[in-house]
């Protein structure tokens, strides 16, 4: 007894595809446009320029051996910085002026790290000056 067992498929192949598959493919073309444009706009905008900081005291508070003055550098322009130096100055530039250093790693473009520097004397009856003094492009 040779029985042939019929199949019973329920997939049928066509030719036709899917409305899905052709919206999942166009969005995925538009979207790799749009990638590409901005990629290309961006790269034509790239212009890199000179850093520039500003450098602001944002706090300063008595500690045990001293004075403690908290500030923030901001990277201005579109260039990064590596081996940022900021200089405290405390008094006035006599040989009675107090200096303290700072120095950061890297300060991003258009972005902004904090530190803090130390002093003896107090920095508000003496008054502060910080600034950048130098930098290493990356």
Do not use: C
């Not at 706090?59 to 940022?84: D, H, I």
């Not at 200089?87 to 006035?92: D, F």
């Not at 009675?96 to 009856?125: C, H, I, K, W």
């Amino acid at each position: 007894m040779n029985r042939q067992v019929k199949s019973n498929k329920s997939h049928r192949d066509t030719d036709k595809v899917h409305w899905s598959e052709w919206l999942a493919g166009g969005l995925s073309g538009v979207l790799v446009v749009l990638l590409l444009g901005w990629l290309v706009y961006h790269s034509y905008q790239f212009q890199t320029d000179e850093a520039d900081f500003r450098v602001e005291v944002t706090g300063s508070t008595g500690v045990e051996n001293g004075y403690r003055v908290a500030f923030s550098v901001f990277n201005l322009s579109r260039s990064s910085a590596a081996q940022v130096r900021v200089v405290g100055t405390l008094g006035e530039k006599d040989e009675n002026a107090e200096y303290a250093t700072a120095t950061f790693d890297y300060v991003a473009s258009q972005a902004q790290s904090s530190g803090a520097l130390f002093f003896m004397n107090n920095p508000r009856t003496h008054g502060v000056q910080l600034r950048v003094v130098s930098y290493i492009e990356p």
